[in-house]
């Protein structure tokens, strides 16, 4: 989950009667994830890869699709397969030069 704030008990006590949100609230595990983005990045890699590696073909059922999906990531986390992850801040400051301004003395 990011760190939308909207992503709050508070969020759901405003949705739902008190009872149903504590109900839905207690369901969840919260782990907070990085304010910057580059972790979205990767995520989107490993799901990119997981289409392309697991789920590029017709799947009957939810149920083999579940069963796929863990089969394909034990493997994946048995190699350790990892992300190389190459874009620099040099890149940024090229790539994204109108969001990093030059001062000029």
């Not at 009667?17 to 983005?37: C, L, M, N, Q, V």
């Amino acid at each position: 989950m990011d760190n939308l704030a909207t992503h709050t008990a508070g969020a759901l006590y405003e949705t739902y009667p008190s009872e149903e949100a504590k109900r839905i609230w207690d369901r969840f595990e919260f782990i907070y994830t990085p304010k910057h983005g580059s972790w979205l990045n990767m995520a989107e890699i490993e799901l990119n890869v997981l289409m392309g590696q697991c789920l590029n073909r017709r799947i009957d059922t939810i149920e083999t699709m579940s069963e796929e999906a863990e089969a394909w990531c034990m493997h994946r986390n048995n190699k350790k397969a990892i992300i190389n992850w190459q874009f620099t801040n040099q890149d940024a400051r090229i790539k994204l030069e109108r969001l990093y301004p030059t001062i000029v003395l």
